[in-house]
Protein backbone atom coordinates (compact mmCIF):
# COMPACT_ATOMS: atom_id res chain seq x y z
CA UNK A 1 0.00 0.00 0.00
CA UNK A 2 2.65 2.19 0.81
CA UNK A 3 4.51 1.96 -2.19
CA UNK A 4 1.47 2.05 -4.16
CA UNK A 5 0.62 5.83 -2.52
CA UNK A 6 4.54 6.69 -3.19
CA UNK A 7 4.20 5.40 -6.63
CA UNK A 8 0.80 7.37 -7.41
CA UNK A 9 2.34 10.41 -6.08
CA UNK A 10 5.24 10.03 -8.38
CA UNK A 11 3.01 9.82 -10.92
CA UNK A 12 1.16 12.91 -10.28
CA UNK A 13 4.07 15.15 -9.37
CA UNK A 14 5.25 14.23 -12.91
CA UNK A 15 1.62 14.66 -14.45
CA UNK A 16 2.31 18.07 -12.59
CA UNK A 17 5.71 18.95 -13.68
CA UNK A 18 4.66 18.09 -17.58
CA UNK A 19 4.54 21.00 -19.81
CA UNK A 20 0.83 21.58 -21.28
CA UNK A 21 0.01 22.81 -25.04
CA UNK A 22 -3.77 23.28 -24.62
CA UNK A 23 -4.43 25.56 -27.61
CA UNK A 24 -1.30 25.66 -29.07
CA UNK A 25 -1.44 26.33 -32.95
CA UNK A 26 0.39 24.74 -35.58
CA UNK A 27 0.87 26.99 -38.71
CA UNK A 28 2.67 26.54 -41.83
CA UNK A 29 3.72 29.68 -43.40
CA UNK A 30 5.77 30.41 -46.43
CA UNK A 31 7.61 33.67 -47.01
CA UNK A 32 7.07 34.83 -50.62
CA UNK A 33 9.67 38.10 -50.33
CA UNK A 34 13.39 38.98 -49.26
CA UNK A 35 11.76 41.45 -46.38
CA UNK A 36 9.03 38.74 -45.18
CA UNK A 37 11.96 35.98 -45.23
CA UNK A 38 14.30 38.80 -43.13
CA UNK A 39 10.96 39.63 -40.34
CA UNK A 40 10.59 35.56 -39.72
CA UNK A 41 14.47 34.83 -39.56
CA UNK A 42 13.99 37.65 -36.70
CA UNK A 43 11.30 35.86 -35.21
CA UNK A 44 13.03 32.65 -35.09
CA UNK A 45 15.94 34.27 -33.44
CA UNK A 46 13.40 35.85 -30.82
CA UNK A 47 11.46 32.54 -30.50
CA UNK A 48 12.28 31.69 -26.86
CA UNK A 49 11.47 34.75 -25.23
CA UNK A 50 8.36 35.17 -27.43
CA UNK A 51 7.12 31.08 -26.57
CA UNK A 52 7.02 30.20 -30.22
CA UNK A 53 8.69 26.95 -31.01
CA UNK A 54 10.07 26.70 -34.76
CA UNK A 55 9.35 22.90 -35.84
CA UNK A 56 11.35 23.54 -39.06
CA UNK A 57 14.01 26.67 -39.57
CA UNK A 58 13.46 29.44 -41.55
CA UNK A 59 15.69 28.31 -44.79
CA UNK A 60 15.03 30.94 -47.82
CA UNK A 61 12.42 32.46 -49.38
CA UNK A 62 9.61 30.60 -50.91
CA UNK A 63 10.42 27.38 -48.25
CA UNK A 64 7.71 27.03 -45.68
CA UNK A 65 8.23 27.00 -41.78
CA UNK A 66 6.13 25.29 -39.45
CA UNK A 67 5.98 27.37 -36.21
CA UNK A 68 4.16 26.01 -32.85
CA UNK A 69 1.79 29.44 -31.49
CA UNK A 70 1.41 29.53 -27.81
CA UNK A 71 -2.04 31.65 -27.14
CA UNK A 72 -0.64 34.38 -25.51
CA UNK A 73 1.44 35.25 -29.23
CA UNK A 74 -2.17 34.56 -30.82
CA UNK A 75 -3.46 37.68 -31.82
CA UNK A 76 0.21 39.08 -32.94
CA UNK A 77 0.65 36.16 -35.12
CA UNK A 78 -2.82 36.34 -36.94
CA UNK A 79 -1.38 39.90 -37.84
CA UNK A 80 1.62 38.12 -39.14
CA UNK A 81 -0.49 35.70 -40.88
CA UNK A 82 -2.21 38.42 -43.03
CA UNK A 83 0.39 40.22 -44.62
CA UNK A 84 0.00 39.97 -48.64
CA UNK A 85 3.88 38.49 -48.53
CA UNK A 86 3.32 35.56 -46.31
CA UNK A 87 1.17 32.43 -47.15
CA UNK A 88 0.15 30.78 -44.31
CA UNK A 89 -1.89 27.08 -43.68
CA UNK A 90 -3.10 26.41 -40.14
CA UNK A 91 -2.52 22.72 -40.10
CA UNK A 92 -3.47 21.74 -36.10
CA UNK A 93 -5.40 24.11 -33.92
CA UNK A 94 -4.47 22.50 -30.68
CA UNK A 95 -1.47 20.54 -30.44
CA UNK A 96 -2.08 19.12 -26.77
CA UNK A 97 -4.96 17.39 -28.13
CA UNK A 98 -2.35 15.82 -30.76
CA UNK A 99 -0.24 14.92 -27.76
CA UNK A 100 -3.34 13.58 -26.03
CA UNK A 101 -3.83 11.21 -29.31
CA UNK A 102 -0.24 10.08 -30.01
CA UNK A 103 -1.30 6.65 -28.70
CA UNK A 104 0.72 6.42 -25.81
CA UNK A 105 -0.56 4.33 -23.48
CA UNK A 106 1.38 3.37 -20.36
CA UNK A 107 -1.47 0.58 -19.16
CA UNK A 108 -0.15 -1.71 -22.11
CA UNK A 109 3.36 -1.56 -21.45
CA UNK A 110 2.90 -4.63 -19.15
CA UNK A 111 2.02 -6.64 -22.33
CA UNK A 112 5.85 -6.00 -23.38
CA UNK A 113 7.69 -4.57 -25.96
CA UNK A 114 5.64 -3.78 -29.37
CA UNK A 115 5.55 -1.26 -31.91
CA UNK A 116 1.57 -0.17 -31.40
CA UNK A 117 2.99 2.08 -29.21
CA UNK A 118 5.70 4.47 -28.34
CA UNK A 119 8.07 3.42 -25.32
CA UNK A 120 10.31 5.14 -22.12
CA UNK A 121 13.94 4.63 -22.57
CA UNK A 122 13.69 2.49 -19.41
CA UNK A 123 11.45 0.39 -21.61
CA UNK A 124 13.57 0.39 -25.17
CA UNK A 125 17.02 -0.41 -23.13
CA UNK A 126 15.29 -3.36 -21.42
CA UNK A 127 14.14 -4.94 -24.55
CA UNK A 128 18.04 -4.23 -25.98
CA UNK A 129 19.08 -5.52 -22.91
CA UNK A 130 16.69 -8.59 -23.55
CA UNK A 131 17.60 -9.24 -27.07
CA UNK A 132 21.49 -9.96 -25.73
CA UNK A 133 20.41 -12.17 -23.57
CA UNK A 134 17.52 -14.15 -25.81
CA UNK A 135 20.04 -13.57 -28.93
CA UNK A 136 23.62 -14.39 -27.06
CA UNK A 137 24.96 -15.63 -30.21
CA UNK A 138 24.52 -13.18 -32.28
CA UNK A 139 23.68 -9.75 -30.26
CA UNK A 140 25.89 -7.98 -28.12
CA UNK A 141 24.74 -5.29 -25.88
CA UNK A 142 26.90 -1.95 -26.69
CA UNK A 143 27.52 1.07 -24.68
CA UNK A 144 27.86 4.01 -27.78
CA UNK A 145 28.46 6.57 -25.18
CA UNK A 146 27.10 8.23 -22.34
CA UNK A 147 25.08 11.24 -21.77
CA UNK A 148 25.71 14.99 -19.68
CA UNK A 149 22.96 13.59 -17.21
CA UNK A 150 25.32 10.04 -16.38
CA UNK A 151 22.89 8.30 -19.08
CA UNK A 152 24.16 5.64 -20.96
CA UNK A 153 24.11 5.57 -24.92
CA UNK A 154 22.63 1.81 -25.24
CA UNK A 155 22.89 0.25 -28.65
CA UNK A 156 23.08 -3.43 -29.69
CA UNK A 157 26.05 -5.06 -32.89
CA UNK A 158 24.36 -8.29 -34.29
CA UNK A 159 27.03 -10.35 -36.24
CA UNK A 160 26.86 -13.64 -37.50
CA UNK A 161 30.05 -15.42 -37.38
CA UNK A 162 31.40 -15.45 -40.15
CA UNK A 163 35.19 -16.46 -41.41
CA UNK A 164 35.39 -12.97 -43.66
CA UNK A 165 35.80 -9.65 -41.96
CA UNK A 166 32.47 -7.82 -42.72
CA UNK A 167 31.46 -4.08 -43.81
CA UNK A 168 29.57 -2.82 -40.98
CA UNK A 169 26.11 -0.60 -41.14
CA UNK A 170 25.13 1.91 -38.15
CA UNK A 171 21.69 2.87 -37.74
CA UNK A 172 21.26 6.35 -35.67
CA UNK A 173 18.25 7.71 -34.72
CA UNK A 174 16.53 9.62 -31.98
CA UNK A 175 19.56 12.34 -31.35
CA UNK A 176 16.61 14.68 -31.61
CA UNK A 177 14.91 14.26 -28.55
CA UNK A 178 10.94 14.87 -29.82
CA UNK A 179 11.59 12.59 -33.18
CA UNK A 180 9.69 9.39 -30.99
CA UNK A 181 9.25 7.76 -34.42
CA UNK A 182 12.70 7.64 -35.26
CA UNK A 183 13.56 5.17 -32.35
CA UNK A 184 10.54 3.29 -33.01
CA UNK A 185 11.50 2.93 -36.66
CA UNK A 186 15.06 1.38 -35.21
CA UNK A 187 13.87 -1.16 -33.11
CA UNK A 188 11.52 -2.01 -35.25
CA UNK A 189 14.33 -2.97 -37.99
CA UNK A 190 16.46 -4.06 -35.45
CA UNK A 191 13.68 -6.97 -34.33
CA UNK A 192 12.82 -7.45 -38.45
CA UNK A 193 16.48 -8.55 -38.79
CA UNK A 194 16.21 -10.69 -36.08
CA UNK A 195 13.28 -12.31 -36.81
CA UNK A 196 12.19 -11.83 -40.39
CA UNK A 197 11.51 -14.60 -42.90
CA UNK A 198 12.27 -12.65 -45.70
CA UNK A 199 15.13 -14.20 -47.82
CA UNK A 200 16.62 -10.77 -48.54
CA UNK A 201 16.51 -9.14 -44.64
CA UNK A 202 18.16 -12.42 -43.93
CA UNK A 203 20.59 -11.82 -46.25
CA UNK A 204 21.26 -8.11 -45.35
CA UNK A 205 21.86 -9.32 -41.33
CA UNK A 206 24.20 -12.43 -42.90
CA UNK A 207 26.19 -9.94 -44.87
CA UNK A 208 27.06 -6.72 -43.04
CA UNK A 209 27.99 -6.34 -38.89
CA UNK A 210 24.91 -4.33 -38.03
CA UNK A 211 25.10 -0.99 -35.18
CA UNK A 212 22.02 0.31 -34.15
CA UNK A 213 21.72 2.99 -31.61
CA UNK A 214 17.81 3.74 -31.46
CA UNK A 215 18.17 6.43 -28.68
CA UNK A 216 21.79 8.82 -29.16
CA UNK A 217 20.17 11.50 -27.14
CA UNK A 218 18.75 9.75 -23.40
CA UNK A 219 18.49 12.71 -21.58
CA UNK A 220 16.69 14.83 -24.12
CA UNK A 221 14.68 11.79 -24.58
CA UNK A 222 13.60 11.30 -21.01
CA UNK A 223 12.86 15.22 -21.09
CA UNK A 224 10.44 14.79 -24.16
CA UNK A 225 8.42 12.33 -22.50
CA UNK A 226 8.56 13.43 -18.66
CA UNK A 227 8.61 17.30 -18.88
CA UNK A 228 8.24 18.83 -22.25
CA UNK A 229 6.95 16.91 -25.60
CA UNK A 230 8.10 19.40 -27.97
CA UNK A 231 12.10 19.36 -26.73
CA UNK A 232 14.47 18.71 -29.42
CA UNK A 233 17.98 19.25 -27.81
CA UNK A 234 20.64 17.75 -25.39
CA UNK A 235 20.05 18.78 -21.48
CA UNK A 236 23.27 20.34 -20.99
CA UNK A 237 22.61 23.64 -18.69
CA UNK A 238 23.90 26.55 -20.78
CA UNK A 239 22.15 29.36 -18.22
CA UNK A 240 19.83 29.79 -15.87
CA UNK A 241 17.16 29.34 -18.32
CA UNK A 242 18.80 27.76 -21.03
CA UNK A 243 19.23 24.37 -21.54
CA UNK A 244 20.94 21.61 -24.36
CA UNK A 245 22.84 22.23 -27.35
CA UNK A 246 21.30 20.53 -30.54
CA UNK A 247 23.08 17.67 -30.86
CA UNK A 248 23.20 17.35 -34.90
CA UNK A 249 24.67 20.66 -34.77
CA UNK A 250 27.71 19.60 -32.48
CA UNK A 251 29.73 17.49 -34.73
CA UNK A 252 33.10 18.39 -35.72
CA UNK A 253 32.13 19.15 -39.55
CA UNK A 254 32.05 22.36 -41.16
CA UNK A 255 30.59 23.51 -37.12
CA UNK A 256 28.62 26.57 -37.09
CA UNK A 257 29.31 27.12 -40.67
CA UNK A 258 25.37 27.98 -41.19
CA UNK A 259 21.54 26.75 -40.09
CA UNK A 260 23.35 26.75 -36.74
CA UNK A 261 22.88 29.46 -33.49
CA UNK A 262 25.15 30.38 -30.94
CA UNK A 263 22.26 31.58 -28.75
CA UNK A 264 22.04 28.94 -26.10
CA UNK A 265 18.16 29.37 -25.55
CA UNK A 266 17.69 28.46 -29.54
CA UNK A 267 16.75 25.18 -30.55
CA UNK A 268 19.45 24.82 -33.09
CA UNK A 269 22.50 26.23 -30.47
CA UNK A 270 25.16 25.13 -32.38
CA UNK A 271 26.81 24.35 -28.15
CA UNK A 272 29.69 26.63 -27.53
CA UNK A 273 32.76 24.15 -29.54
CA UNK A 274 32.12 20.95 -31.44
CA UNK A 275 31.38 18.00 -29.59
CA UNK A 276 30.43 20.12 -26.26
CA UNK A 277 28.07 17.62 -25.86
CA UNK A 278 28.51 14.73 -23.89
CA UNK A 279 26.12 12.33 -26.08
CA UNK A 280 27.85 13.74 -29.18
CA UNK A 281 31.55 13.54 -28.10
CA UNK A 282 30.99 10.49 -26.60
CA UNK A 283 29.25 8.74 -29.50
CA UNK A 284 32.09 10.23 -32.41
CA UNK A 285 34.79 8.40 -30.41
CA UNK A 286 32.81 5.15 -30.53
CA UNK A 287 31.69 5.95 -34.19
CA UNK A 288 35.55 6.34 -34.46
CA UNK A 289 36.60 3.11 -33.26
CA UNK A 290 34.69 1.63 -35.94
CA UNK A 291 34.39 3.83 -38.94
CA UNK A 292 36.89 2.24 -41.09
CA UNK A 293 34.66 -0.65 -41.11
CA UNK A 294 31.23 1.39 -42.35
CA UNK A 295 29.87 0.85 -45.65
CA UNK A 296 26.68 2.69 -44.32
CA UNK A 297 25.59 5.55 -41.93
CA UNK A 298 21.77 5.78 -41.96
CA UNK A 299 20.63 8.67 -39.41
CA UNK A 300 16.82 8.85 -38.48
CA UNK A 301 15.28 12.21 -38.31
CA UNK A 302 11.14 13.39 -38.16
CA UNK A 303 9.30 14.68 -40.25
CA UNK A 304 8.84 16.03 -43.95
CA UNK A 305 9.30 12.44 -45.67
CA UNK A 306 12.88 13.31 -47.49
CA UNK A 307 15.71 10.94 -47.93
CA UNK A 308 18.95 13.12 -47.49
CA UNK A 309 22.27 13.00 -48.89
CA UNK A 310 25.68 15.05 -47.53
CA UNK A 311 26.19 17.62 -47.28
CA UNK A 312 24.31 20.39 -45.38
CA UNK A 313 26.77 23.20 -45.83
CA UNK A 314 26.74 23.58 -49.64
CA UNK A 315 24.29 22.46 -52.69
CA UNK A 316 27.27 21.16 -54.52
CA UNK A 317 27.04 17.31 -55.41
CA UNK A 318 30.15 16.18 -53.86
CA UNK A 319 31.47 12.53 -53.16
CA UNK A 320 29.14 10.03 -54.74
CA UNK A 321 26.43 12.54 -55.03
CA UNK A 322 25.34 10.71 -58.36
CA UNK A 323 25.37 7.55 -57.20
CA UNK A 324 23.76 7.77 -54.11
CA UNK A 325 21.14 10.11 -55.85
CA UNK A 326 19.74 7.71 -58.15
CA UNK A 327 19.65 4.68 -55.89
CA UNK A 328 17.00 6.80 -53.36
CA UNK A 329 14.90 8.07 -55.79
CA UNK A 330 14.79 4.10 -56.68
CA UNK A 331 14.49 3.07 -52.86
CA UNK A 332 11.54 6.01 -52.78
CA UNK A 333 10.05 4.72 -55.29
CA UNK A 334 9.60 1.19 -53.92
CA UNK A 335 8.68 3.05 -50.34
CA UNK A 336 5.85 4.61 -52.17
CA UNK A 337 4.65 1.74 -53.73
CA UNK A 338 3.75 0.12 -50.41
CA UNK A 339 1.46 2.72 -48.98
CA UNK A 340 2.09 5.82 -51.33
CA UNK A 341 3.92 7.52 -49.16
CA UNK A 342 5.54 10.20 -51.22
CA UNK A 343 9.08 11.22 -50.32
CA UNK A 344 12.01 13.71 -51.86
CA UNK A 345 15.61 13.02 -52.24
CA UNK A 346 18.43 15.45 -52.56
CA UNK A 347 21.21 16.80 -50.47
CA UNK A 348 20.50 18.59 -46.98
CA UNK A 349 21.14 22.10 -48.29
CA UNK A 350 19.33 22.00 -51.06
CA UNK A 351 16.77 20.39 -50.05
CA UNK A 352 15.51 21.56 -46.51
CA UNK A 353 18.09 24.37 -46.04
CA UNK A 354 21.79 24.75 -45.03
CA UNK A 355 22.57 23.44 -42.03
CA UNK A 356 25.91 21.77 -40.46
CA UNK A 357 27.53 20.04 -37.74
CA UNK A 358 25.37 17.34 -38.51
CA UNK A 359 26.11 13.47 -37.61
CA UNK A 360 25.91 11.89 -41.24
CA UNK A 361 28.05 14.72 -42.51
CA UNK A 362 30.85 14.13 -40.22
CA UNK A 363 31.04 10.45 -40.97
CA UNK A 364 31.07 10.58 -44.82
CA UNK A 365 33.79 13.21 -44.74
CA UNK A 366 35.85 11.43 -42.32
CA UNK A 367 35.69 7.77 -43.16
CA UNK A 368 34.50 8.60 -46.75
CA UNK A 369 31.29 6.12 -46.09
CA UNK A 370 29.19 5.47 -49.33
CA UNK A 371 26.26 4.82 -48.25
CA UNK A 372 25.13 7.51 -46.06
CA UNK A 373 21.96 8.51 -45.37
CA UNK A 374 19.44 11.10 -43.29
CA UNK A 375 15.28 9.89 -43.61
CA UNK A 376 12.82 12.44 -42.50
CA UNK A 377 10.39 10.45 -41.60
CA UNK A 378 6.43 10.62 -41.91
CA UNK A 379 4.46 12.80 -41.87
CA UNK A 380 4.69 16.26 -43.59
CA UNK A 381 3.05 17.98 -41.14
CA UNK A 382 -0.26 17.05 -40.45
CA UNK A 383 0.77 15.33 -36.98
CA UNK A 384 4.56 15.94 -37.55
CA UNK A 385 6.50 15.15 -34.43
CA UNK A 386 2.95 13.69 -32.98
CA UNK A 387 2.37 10.93 -35.33
CA UNK A 388 -0.33 8.61 -33.91
CA UNK A 389 1.27 5.03 -32.33
CA UNK A 390 -1.00 3.08 -34.83
CA UNK A 391 1.66 4.42 -37.93
CA UNK A 392 4.93 3.54 -36.33
CA UNK A 393 4.32 -0.19 -38.00
CA UNK A 394 3.31 1.19 -41.68
CA UNK A 395 6.22 3.74 -41.60
CA UNK A 396 8.99 1.44 -40.42
CA UNK A 397 7.80 -1.37 -42.70
CA UNK A 398 7.90 1.03 -45.44
CA UNK A 399 11.14 2.27 -44.30
CA UNK A 400 12.81 -0.98 -44.48
CA UNK A 401 11.62 -2.00 -47.83
CA UNK A 402 13.54 1.09 -48.81
CA UNK A 403 16.95 0.00 -47.00
CA UNK A 404 16.23 -3.40 -48.67
CA UNK A 405 16.10 -1.42 -52.05
CA UNK A 406 19.23 0.66 -51.50
CA UNK A 407 21.88 -2.08 -50.34
CA UNK A 408 20.30 -4.44 -52.98
CA UNK A 409 20.79 -1.60 -55.91
CA UNK A 410 24.66 -0.68 -54.19
CA UNK A 411 25.58 -4.57 -54.32
CA UNK A 412 24.02 -4.67 -58.10
CA UNK A 413 26.65 -1.53 -58.67
CA UNK A 414 29.54 -2.99 -56.60
CA UNK A 415 30.85 -6.36 -56.93
CA UNK A 416 32.48 -6.03 -53.59
CA UNK A 417 29.76 -6.23 -51.04
C1 LIG B 1 -8.78 26.72 -25.23
O1 LIG B 1 -9.65 27.47 -26.01
C2 LIG B 1 -11.01 27.21 -25.74
C3 LIG B 1 -11.85 27.95 -26.78
O2 LIG B 1 -11.48 29.28 -26.87
C4 LIG B 1 -11.33 27.61 -24.32
O3 LIG B 1 -12.70 27.36 -24.01
C5 LIG B 1 -10.44 26.84 -23.38
O4 LIG B 1 -10.64 27.27 -22.04
C6 LIG B 1 -8.97 26.98 -23.74
N1 LIG B 1 -8.20 26.07 -22.94
C7 LIG B 1 -7.18 26.46 -22.16
C8 LIG B 1 -6.54 25.40 -21.30
O5 LIG B 1 -6.75 27.58 -22.15
ZN1 LIG C 1 15.72 15.82 -36.38
Known sequence: MKILIALMAAVALSQAEKLRYDNHTLY?????????????KTME??????????????????????????????EEFKRVTEH??????????????????????PESRAGGFGWTNYHTLDEINDWLKDLAFNYDDKVQLLVGGTTSQGRDILGVKIHIPSNEPKKAVFIEANIHAREWVTSAT????????????????????ELYDWYIFPVTNPDGFVHSHNSN???????????????GADPNRNWPYQWMQGGASNQPCSDTYAGPNALSEACTDSLSQ????????????????????????PYGHTTSHLSNYKEMYDIGVQAVRELEAKYGTRYVVGNI?????????????????????????????????????????????????????????????????????
Open 28 to 40: RIVPRTAKMFEAL
Open 45 to 74: EQAFASGYTFFSEVGSVNVPVDILVPPKQA
Open 84 to 105: PDIESTLLNENIQEAIDNEGFR
Open 186 to 205: ATYILNELLVSQDWEVRQLV
Open 229 to 243: RMWRKTRTRYSTLCF
Open 286 to 309: FIDSIGDDLIAYISFHSYSQMLLL
Open 349 to 417: AETIYVATGGSMDWVKHKFGTPIAYTYELRDTGTNGFLLPANQIIPTADETLISIKSIFRQYRERHSDP
